[in-house]
């Protein structure tokens, strides 16, 4: 059916805006595990770590009778040969990571149906990390990407202590999980650079935090912080983890004008042979989120959960609070099904007061499916909900659709967090 007004579009017209301002809108991609060119040696890029993406690990261990205790003793182009005879040769690379791999081999021109790696060890060996990068982001169709930086990585933090330049395209993030969720592990490591902090939080503890969350916030310049959290993430509890949230994180938060990003619902190493692909995913009880909420209102959260389960919930906290932002889908959940339900949903309960996805890219190269894959799932979700909102007798323009995505994929997380500076209050609005 077609309906329309002079200033309205046709549902023809309206699929064509939607698909037009998608491709050509730059996208943010909020959250990701790239790294800007200064923390290069950090990053993950080119074929061989595209091919062991523990995606693609996990899934190969379901169709090869290699042991993981064998896998891990393979050298990295090794493991990455195995997979791709494994998954790409022998059985049809039908699952949205195989396939995403095709895409980004068949965006550089590469052959999907190489009998082996050569023809694309070689292109990605030729390639410039700078030039590489842009023209990655470029195919992805992305301007910015944030970054995921662990202030007590020993590989990282020198880089930062040394003075990494910073870049207009990459974002960095202060990621708190070795201190939130490994505290026991960690606590020397901030004793160890000076830090009077003791293993129980006594004496001057979590003072001592705050001011470790300030020198690294003065260092890095984040735009949030972050952390991940299991399906156990409880709030307020008596635990060091709550403790810390309570009397560092949120103030230093507050203190720095920058959002707190929870991912929650991680179940870490239930499989530990199979290393970082062995993590699963469990529901949590959000009223921990619903309580973080309206204890710290001057607080602001970036909410992505991991559970199906978890999705409806969030969407109804996120009527409830005005400094509960929803972002993404995260993971196991970053497949066209998922992302249609749970985009629909957002949008039914929401309109489009959230951020509909991230890549969590880990290797460069990831962004161009990613986001390839977002485009194509939600030009069909946008259209229905202009679709049906003209059905009803409202109109929608292209300077409408224009205005939406840019709100979708760029606005609600500029404004969120400050992003370029001015005066304007957070909030979406
Ligand atoms: O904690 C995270 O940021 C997760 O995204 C990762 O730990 C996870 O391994 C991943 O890559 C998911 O996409
Ligand atoms: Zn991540």
């Given at each position: 059916m077609h309906s329309t007004t002079s200033a309205g579009l046709t549902t023809d017209q309206i699929r064509a805006a939607v698909e037009g301002e998608l491709e050509s809108t730059p996208f943010i991609d909020m959250h990701t595990h790239l790294f800007m060119p200064s923390l290069g040696k950090l990053g993950l890029w080119g074929i061989d770590e595209l091919i062991t993406y523990h995606y693609l690990e996990a899934e190969l261990f379901r169709f090869s009778s290699i042991k993981p205790e064998q896998y891990w003793t393979l050298s990295k182009r090794q493991q990455a040969d195995l997979i791709w005879t494994t998954l790409f040769l022998e059985n049809t690379p039908v699952s949205e990571a195989t396939r995403g791999v095709m895409a980004v081999m068949n965006s550089f021109g590469l052959?999907?149906?190489?009998?082996?790696?050569s023809e694309a060890r070689e292109f990605f060996n030729r390639q410039k990390l700078e030039t590489h990068i842009r023209r990655v982001f470029e195919l992805a169709g992305i301007s910015e990407a944030v970054m995921t930086n662990d202030p007590l990585d020993p590989a990282e933090a020198p880089l930062w202590e040394g003075g990494a330049s910073s870049d207009t395209h990459f974002h960095a993030v202060l990621r708190l999980d070795r201190i939130l969720n490994e505290w026991e592990q960690n606590w020397q490591g901030l004793a160890a650079k000076?830090?009077?902090?003791?293993q129980d939080l006594g004496g001057e503890s979590l003072m001592e935090v705050r001011r470790f969350l300030a020198d690294w916030c003065g260092r890095m310049r984040p735009v949030y912080m972050a952390c991940s959290l299991p399906d156990t993430f409880e709030y307020p509890e008596d635990s060091i983890r709550a403790r810390l949230l309570r009397d560092a994180v949120l103030p230093a938060c507050r203190e720095f004008d920058i959002p707190l990003s929870l991912m929650i619902g991680v179940r870490r190493s239930v499989n530990p042979a199979i290393r970082l692909a062995g993590d699963a995913v469990g529901k949590a009880d959000l009223r921990a989120v619903e309580r973080l909420c309206v204890q710290l209102p001057e607080n602001r959260f970036l909410i992505s959960v991991l559970s199906r389960e978890n999705q409806h919930e969030l969407c109804v906290y996120a009527r409830k609070f005005g400094n509960l932002l929803p972002f993404g889908c995260w993971w196991f959940l970053n497949n066209p099904s998922m992302v249609e339900e749970i985009t629909r949903e957002r949008i039914e309960m929401l309109g489009y007061s959230f951020i509909p996805q991230h890549s969590d890219a880990r290797v460069l190269e990831q962004v161009i499916y990613k986001w390839k894959n977002t485009r194509r799932t939600m030009a069909p979700i946008l259209s229905r909900a202009y679709e049906l909102l003209t059905e009803d007798g409202r109109p929608v323009t292209r300077a409408e659709i224009k205005r939406d995505i840019n709100q979708l994929f760029r606005t609600n997380f500029e404004r969120w967090v400050n992003l370029r500076g001015g005066h304007e209050r957070h909030g979406i609005a």
């Open positions: 052959d999907t149906q190489a009998k082996d790696l000076g830090y009077r902090v003791q």
